[in-house]
């Protein structure tokens, strides 16, 4: 969804090498600091936060709803400010 959003990702940016990291090791669960990477990364878009991308993206793509419950619940234990809602 990232790539459809940004484009192509530079392998030289911190959101390729989280992506790839997610990618390769999908018998973990993400790392705290991975989730708030990207959490930074949706604040800094002009859309603000994922479901806005997500609806961005729905005008032109056929795109799923998605739950973000884990991802919420992680932030909050941390008493991080999320950008996914």
């Known amino acids: 969804m990232f790539h459809a959003y940004f484009g192509k990702i530079d392998e030289n940016l911190p959101l390729y090498d989280i992506k790839t990291k997610l ?3 999908t018998m973990f ?25 997500v ?10 709803n998605f739950s ?11 008493k991080i400010p999320q950008h996914f809602e």
């Open 68 to 78: 973000y419950n884990l991802v919420l619940d992680e932030l909050n234990r941390n």
């Open 55 to 64: 609806e961005f993206l729905k005008t032109n793509n056929k795109i799923r």
């Open 23 to 25: 990618e390769n090791y």
């Open 29 to 53: 669960p993400p790392y705290l600091s991975y989730i708030k990477s990207v959490n930074t990364i949706i604040g800094f878009t002009k859309h603000k936060t994922f479901s806005d991308i």
